[in-house]
DNA sequence: ATTTGGTATGACCAACTGGTCATGTCCCAG
DNA sequence: CTGGGACATGACCAGTTGGTCATACCAAAT
């Protein structure tokens, strides 16, 4: 499908100098996007010399796969994890406290939350197609188990359209995990950089509303 | 606050050529972002010289403020007119229509839309935040007074977070436009160049569920 | 002491960027 | 016929980009 990214050499260097490489690599390609991310303030960033990047990787392209599958991994883990911890609750309590791990993991990883979000409104970026693919499949399995198996315990309005729960929890949940990571963005919630309590207060009314509804 | 972005030459000009220089324009930043945007490729499509790219507008941000300020009062006329045209509806009647009213806007201005992507997402654009602003104002206030007028005739139920309906509006209409307008964004719905009959079921099925929630 | 293989380095390259400007064309007033 | 102002033009500029390469370094092996 595509071949290595990284060159051999890369994987025998001493493990700090790997990590001020991928550092300086996922902070360029966080705050700047694939295309005008530069490989010469990427080289400054990480104390190296133009040469030496290239004896770690192809080209700029193979640098961006690499840290990008990287970030898939840790959003696969992430996803998993979350699943299984959260098995035995309840339907509404499981999407708010799925809601919370979001939150935690863009406060933690707000660099990889950056990157997803570039890669999804940069119709240009190289593996965009595979990438978005890969993620949003891990959400729609994740919220269809979820969702299947709340209607067989009783806990969703019978009738109800699989597909349009799939995409109302979709849409929420993601532009609330935009509102917290990217300023101007909601249009009354002030997510952005909230203080903890306004936050969960916030996901509890939303969950809220997703469950009762808004008519009367 | 900001000096007038087109110089007086711009006005002088034929209208065909400006509207020749202003299409190039809006395509160019709407399938490049700001800075992607290339101006040689702007003025290959205008079909004009590079200086007299330059005797119409200051620079670069000038040719973006100006489009950008165009886009703008074309947003903004059309919440008005859907406002006023749905003002005797019931309030998820007007849910309805709105969202389709997007989907038009959409489909007749795509370039419009993808440019208020570029901008949403690209940090670093000009004028974002005095965009963003904008438009979220108007979205705001939009669903502000739907919301507080359906409140008023007890439409919704009572005791109901009005930012968090909010909120929920915005991000679930906002992620539907996205989806329809952007490839391999949404999990299951495949609004992608879907037809319009499709489009407009799955609108009902969505507004459904915002209307009677989730819960058994 | 010499050779060898992996790694480090930064000057260098062509291609492109946003922006400038001397020159030219054209039309209209004198 | 002459002059002047508005507009057109593309060669040109400095700066930056992704990418290359001859050279240098340094350990271990001979």
């Known amino acids: 499908m595509s071949q290595e990214p990284a060159r051999p050499t890369f994987s025998h260097l001493p493990a700090d100098k790997q ?17 005008q991310a530069s490989l010469n303030r990427l080289v400054a960033r990480a104390g190296i010399a133009k040469g030496s990047l290239y ?7 193979g640098i961006f796969r690499h840290i990008f599958q990287l970030a898939l ?7 998993v994890e979350v699943k299984e911890t959260t098995a035995q609750e309840d339907f509404f309590t499981r999407l708010e406290k799925s809601l919370q791990a979001g ?38 399995e994740y919220f269809g188990s979820l969702i299947s198996r709340a209607r067989t315990r009783g806990e969703l309005r019978p009738g109800i359209s699989e597909p349009a729960a799939l995409f109302l929890l979709d849409a929420v949940f993601d532009r609330f995990l935009q509102a917290a990571a990217v300023p101007a963005l909601d ?23 997703l469950r009762e509804g808004l008519a009367a």
């Open 19 to 35: 990590a001020r490489v991928l550092n300086a690599a996922l902070a360029e390609f966080a705050d700047q996007g694939y295309h």
């Open 55 to 61: 004896q770690y990787f192809p080209n700029k392209e």
């Open 187 to 209: 249009v009354t919630f002030n997510l952005h950089q909230a203080p903890e309590e306004i936050i969960q207060r916030r996901i509890r009314e939303l969950i809220d509303l």
């Open 103 to 140: 939150v935690r993991f863009l406060q933690t990883h707000p660099r990889i939350y950056s990157l997803y979000l570039k890669i999804q409104f940069d119709r240009q970026t190289p593996c965009r197609q595979e990438f978005l693919a890969t993620v949003r499949r891990h959400a729609g």
């Open 73 to 79: 991994k840790l959003v696969r883990q992430t996803l």
